[in-house]
């Protein structure tokens, strides 16, 4: 399975972006998917993530009320719709998977940049 993560780009705070997550090679099913981020001299951080089945979504806190994150299982694709952009913000983002119910984070895309100037 490939993911391959798409969207980012060059904004100013208080804009918008909605990155993508494709999966190619597998009908995703019975998965947990995540979005994280890396800033530059940072560990990468969980951002949210989406059980592929119901669509539940959990955030981290520094992000919760500002970005959501969603599906479209007919796409195979993962969404996360990011409002209210912050200079903070600013990292490479990736999206990866797990198998529903526990484990690593195994299987990741490239990231893709996100620059929020002030």
């Known amino acids: 399975v490939q993911l391959q993560a798409s969207g980012g780009g060059l904004v100013q705070t208080g804009d918008s972006l909605r990155l993508s997550c494709a999966a190619s090679g597998r009908t995703l099913r019975n998965i947990v998917m995540g979005w994280f981020r890396q800033a530059p001299g940072k560990q990468r951080e969980f951002v949210a993530q989406?059980?592929?089945?119901?669509?539940?979504?959990m955030y981290s806190d520094s992000v919760k009320g500002r970005f959501t994150i969603s599906r479209d299982s007919a796409k195979n694709t993962a969404y996360l719709q990011m409002n209210n952009l912050k200079p903070e913000d600013t990292a490479v983002y990736y999206c990866?998977?797990?198998?529903?119910?526990?484990?690593?984070?195994?299987?990741w895309g490239q990231g893709t940049q996100v620059t929020v100037s002030s």
């Open positions: 989406i059980a592929w089945t119901t669509a539940y979504g």
């Open positions: 990866a998977f797990r198998q529903l119910g526990g484990g690593e984070y195994d299987h």
